[in-house]
């Protein structure tokens, strides 16, 4: 399919009730289209990799042809000028975290973002620094004791953005950190009590926040990972 071909069809497959959903996250009205992100990963998998497309795309200006773009880039063909330039660009949380979590994160050395940008303060590029840390917990195994106490470092030292997109990445990279193992969980906990008692109303939120999912965390032989206490898994402990 051609750039326009792909315009077409999400036109067709649109809904205004993701047209509003995309438009609450302040998309604006004339670069959203209205697609589900479920359908655009279904389109992705047909198109198959094509940075040329990709790249198409993304210079379409449209919400959804933003996603597809990120979701058919070439990984070998994207490096840390290519991803400084698509931020410039970035306008919402799903968008950052679709940057995140299917490109950077396959960048040689791109962990040097998450302390370039943990302090940005352009709002996504800041987002951007606690998703990946919440990414790289999750996904590397052989992460050392000695990273992680840096990422916590970090949460801690920047932690009072009163800014939405930002205190939730900060909230999911400290949960994240929470379910790697036993020592991680204590070292969370311990981080967001204190967060609970600090002055600042964004910290104790984030606190707060973390804490809601912390306390329910529990340690299955199944999984590396602690687990939510109430989700199927968690239930048969």
């Not at 998309?27 to 279904?42: C, L, M, Q, W, Y």
């Not at 840096?150 to 205190?167: N, P």
Request: hydrophobic share 40%; charged share 25%; net charge positive.
């Amino acid at each position: 399919m051609t750039k326009n071909e792909i315009i077409t069809y999400l036109n067709k497959i649109s809904s205004n009730k993701f047209k509003n959903n995309v438009v609450k996250m302040g998309i604006p009205k004339e670069n959203s289209i209205g697609v589900s992100t479920a359908d655009i990963r279904k389109l992705a998998k047909k198109l198959g990799i094509s940075q040329t497309l990709s790249n198409e795309l993304w210079e379409t200006g449209y919400h959804e042809a933003k996603l597809l773009s990120v979701l058919i880039a070439d990984i070998d063909m994207i490096n840390f000028t290519y991803i400084d330039r698509i931020m410039k660009d970035v306008v919402s949380w799903d968008l950052c975290d679709h940057i995140c979590k299917n490109l950077i994160i396959n960048i040689p050395n791109y962990e040097q973002l998450i302390f370039q940008w943990c302090d940005d303060s352009r709002l996504y590029y800041k987002r951007a620094s606690y998703c990946l840390i919440a990414t790289t917990v999750i996904h590397n195994k052989n992460l050392a004791t000695e990273e992680i106490d840096r990422y916590l470092d970090l949460i801690k030292s920047y932690a009072e953005d009163g800014r939405s997109h930002v205190k939730k990445a900060i909230s999911w990279a400290l949960r994240e950190i929470g379910k790697r193992d036993s020592l991680c969980h204590d070292k969370a906990i311990i981080l967001a009590y204190e967060f609970c008692e600090s002055s600042s109303k964004n910290v104790v939120w984030i606190g707060k926040n973390a804490l809601k999912e912390l306390e329910t965390l529990v340690s299955v032989k199944e999984r590396g990972r602690f687990i939510i206490s109430n989700s199927k898994m968690g239930k048969q402990k």
